[in-house]
């Protein structure tokens, strides 16, 4: 098993069919793994053998993937790096889509031909079909955030998020956040354009179809690492890591796509190196839940906050 700091794996649900993805060396080379899906239609009591939404069988990257439970299957979204090695080093990553259904994998669509190597995907069903969002790359190495998503039956062809102009000669995995209410999309991402670092996020009320002028929420040191979850039909919540000295603290703030934001609350201090992790967010009733991993003094931990609906707001 591959263990990334930043591409790990995850779990999604369907009734009671999860699905499990996580990433497997395919040689001793740094970038040499694949994704494997593995589905249990049990809840978990039993997985048949795993599978792999890619049919390729080069020793590149593949992964930062995000799985998305809908209508009777799973959709798999990767970013694919098969062509460093169909056509070398001035190749580009890949965003790829296959679907798991009836207990087969579809066929792979190359969604974007050229994105951000290693920015977390993300993705959402908002009841017109999937919307995934991720870190795309111009030619000139633009690298704004950028998401594409299924009308009907098709594919639509990627949209720019926002513009930021964010020009950056490598990857600074650093991947947007998407959640969806029915037809509401919430993309909350990090940007670094201008050299300005900043949190923002943006709303849709026709499942990505169009956005809003971005809001921005950070009030100073944001370092990123973003997550987002509807609170209710008319608040999001969005989650961000924030500079403090040598150490980072856990920012959490809801907003609603129109009128003022609330209070940036500080939930916790961890570090500001890669072993902290990217903070994950998820919404059961009226609270909202963060886990994060602790690692200050002597012992690695994972955490958890619980955040009532009256404190978030």
Do not use: K
Request: hydrophobic residues 40%.
């Amino acid at each position: 098993m591959l263990v990334n700091w930043a591409d790990f794996p995850s779990v999604a649900v369907l009734d009671g069919t999860l699905a499990a993805h996580w990433l497997e060396r395919t040689s001793a080379d740094t970038y040499a793994y694949d994704v494997l899906l593995a589905v249990s239609s049990d809840g978990g009591r039993t997985w048949p053998p795993p599978v792999r939404p890619h049919r390729d069988e080069t020793r590149t990257e593949h992964g930062f993937v995000s799985l998305v439970p809908r209508s009777g299957g799973f959709d798999v979204f990767w970013l694919d790096g098969r062509r460093y090695a169909e056509d070398g080093r001035d190749a580009a990553t890949q965003l790829r889509h296959a679907r798991w259904s009836a207990g087969e994998m579809g066929p792979e669509t190359v969604l974007d031909d050229r994105v951000c190597d290693c920015c977390q995907t993300d993705a959402v069903d908002t009841g017109d079909g999937p919307l995934v969002v991720y870190r795309d790359r111009s030619a000139d190495e633009i690298r704004d955030i950028s998401l594409v998503r299924m009308d009907g039956v098709t594919w639509s062809g990627p949209t720019t998020v926002s513009p930021d102009h964010w020009r950056i000669e490598g990857c600074p995995v650093n991947g947007p956040a998407a959640a969806a209410r029915g037809s509401s999309v919430a993309v909350a991402w990090f940007t670094r354009a201008s050299d300005e670092p900043r949190v923002l996020v943006a709303f849709s009320r026709d499942s990505g179809g169009t956005l809003s002028e971005p809001l921005r929420l950070d009030a100073d040191g944001a370092l990123g690492r973003v997550d987002v979850a509807w609170l209710d039909d008319d608040r999001v919540i969005v989650t961000w890591l924030a500079g403090r000295g040598t150490d980072a603290a856990i920012v959490v703030r809801a907003v609603r796509p129109t009128g003022p934001a609330g209070p940036a609350i500080e939930i916790a201090r961890t570090s500001a190196d890669r072993a902290s992790g990217f903070p994950r967010l998820a919404v059961s009733d009226d609270s909202a839940f963060v886990a994060w991993t602790d690692t200050q003094g002597d012992t690695t931990r994972v955490r958890v906050a619980r955040l009532a609906g009256s404190e978030t707001r």
